[in-house]
């Protein structure tokens, strides 16, 4: 099963804002032109632009003006002076005031006469006539507004961000999104604008939502097309853990099945097992990405541990941890394997020695872990020198005492003939000295010096054996 990746999602996201901030700049537009149309009584200036958002009007004094400031706009087509010698107006200029607001400045003779602006489609007509006169004013037929909402993504995780988009709504002066779940019950709500249209939310609990937008036109006449989106905010997977034995003797295997870990709306496809003693140290950690989640696991130290599991599912989500306690029980290994290998110098009648490559491969039994042992092994010499010496075998049977890492070894063993004239093989007491130098898990490395001699009628001096090796136990 192959998890999914989802390391590229950041940039995905930071390119879909992008993309809609780039979108939303191509709407800001320009002043086209401005038609200026002279009666008898009257005088209308019709400012046309490519996109029309809103507007502020204001007037000045000291020269008097008529000041139209038109938001959106990032550039201007049309002149920048026209001329009108007409009802009180010298002329109209037009400039950039800040990025993104265009100015036209109507410049008065004297007293600013009577007006009107309206909305009209694609700009504002500007109507004046003179103060002694009723004009009969064209009805402006306002647009109705066009809802539009966009929710972003579709399915995400628990408090997730989820992003409300309604800027491709038509003709609004404001905005208003609802949410509610999967039963009609209302979540919240919030209120956009054309300059901040918009949004972004979280959810805490997993589960369908509902978003139901509603745009508003300049005469806050509501919109009456179907203008909704949803989003799906994923359930986390439930870990379940079950031990198999619970309690078990130390180095005896312990199963931890997390088998039964579900999701319900995918499937899990990670379990990541964590160890941790009495303490709250970390013992050890595993990760299965397969089916069944499980992990045997072989405790080497008695104590009570606490195994906890985490599910991961198909989309990220992750659950709560599922936890059990484990008892390893005491019993610490007694029996151990025990290798020994070293230089071993044996004498026979007279006074030269003999060199032997010496060897022994055996068990050691711990009757007191840490203070005293047995140990039964057998192995022998083998010499490159020619006769009368000869290689030989033996075996031994010994008692350790351990004090911290010093050992003292004695004991007794029967061992053939390592040169010609002496009986074929006869008894011998043993005794050693030794140290441990280091263990790794349960294996221990450790230095010894040996000593072996007859305990028949031979002369111990003239027949003893002296060895300078390692012990490997394992």
């Known amino acids: 099963m192959i998890r999914k990746n989802f390391s590229l999602f950041p ?19 320009s002043i086209e032109k401005i038609v200026i149309s002279k009666a008898e009584k009257t005088l209308e200036v019709r400012v046309l632009l490519s996109f029309f958002s809103y507007y502020r009007q204001f007037e000045l004094s000291g020269p008097n003006r008529v000041v139209i400031d038109c938001f959106d706009t990032r550039s201007i087509k049309a002149p920048r002076f026209l001329r009108v010698n007409a009802l ?4 109209i200029r037009t400039g950039m005031f800040k990025p993104g607001i265009a100015r036209v400045v109507f410049d008065m003779i004297d007293q600013i006469p009577p007006y009107k602006i309206e909305d009209i489609e694609n700009g504002l007509r500007i109507l004046f006539w003179p103060e002694e006169e009723k004009v009969i004013e064209e009805k402006v037929e306002i647009e109705d507004a066009i809802c539009d909402i966009k929710v972003n993504p579709v399915k995400a995780n628990v408090n997730d961000p989820i992003f409300v988009d309604m800027s491709s709504s038509k003709n609004t002066k404001s905005m208003e999104v609802e949410v509610f779940d999967k039963e009609g019950i209302k979540i919240t709500s919030r209120k956009l604008t054309a300059d901040s249209s918009k949004w972004e939310t979280r959810f805490d609990k997993p589960g369908e939502y509902f978003f139901k937008g509603k745009a508003f036109s300049t005469e806050d006449k509501p919109s009456e097309n179907l203008c909704e989106a949803r989003t799906y905010i994923n359930s986390p997977p439930v870990s379940r853990l079950e031990c198999s034995p619970c309690k078990n003797r130390i180095l005896k295997p312990i199963t ?22 009495k303490e709250g140290n970390l013992v050890d950690r595993f990760t299965d990405n397969e ?10 130290d008695k104590g009570v541990y606490t195994v906890t599991a985490i599910g991961t ?19 610490k290994k007694r029996l151990f394997i025990l290798l020994e290998a070293g230089a071993l110098a044996a004498r026979g009648q007279g006074t030269s020695y003999s060199s ?13 872990p840490g203070a005293l042992d047995i140990i039964i092994s057998g192995g022998g010499g083998y010499t490159t020198e020619s006769a009368p010496w000869k290689s030989f075998y033996n075996g031994s049977l010994l008692l350790n005492l351990h004090v ?38 349960k294996t221990k490395f450790s230095i010894l010096f040996e000593a072996a001699g007859p305990v028949t009628d031979l002369s111990f001096k003239e027949h003893h054996k002296l060895m300078a090796g390692f012990r490997l136990t394992f």
Do not use: C
């Open 88 to 91: 009180g107006g010298r002329g």
């Open 313 to 331: 599912d198909d989309y990220g989500a992750v659950s709560e941890p599922a936890l059990v306690e484990v008892v390893a029980r005491g019993g």
């Open 404 to 441: 911290g890492p010093v050992f003292i070894g004695a004991g007794a063993g029967v061992t053939t003939k390592h040169k010609e004239t002496l009986p074929k093989s006869y008894g011998e007491a043993i005794a050693n000295i030794g140290i441990d130098m280091f263990s790794i898990s």
């Open 256 to 277: 931890l099945d997390a088998t039964g870990s579900t999701d319900p709306d995918g499937q899990v496809i990670r379990v990541d097992f964590e160890i941790t003693d």
């Open 291 to 300: 089916m069944p989640f499980s992990w045997e696991k072989v405790f080497e």
């Open 356 to 368: 032997y490559m010496a060897g022994r491969l055996g068990i050691v039994y711990q009757i007191l």
């Open 11 to 29: 940039f995905l996201f930071m390119f879909i804002i992008l993309l809609a901030t780039f979108s939303f700049s191509q709407q800001r537009g």
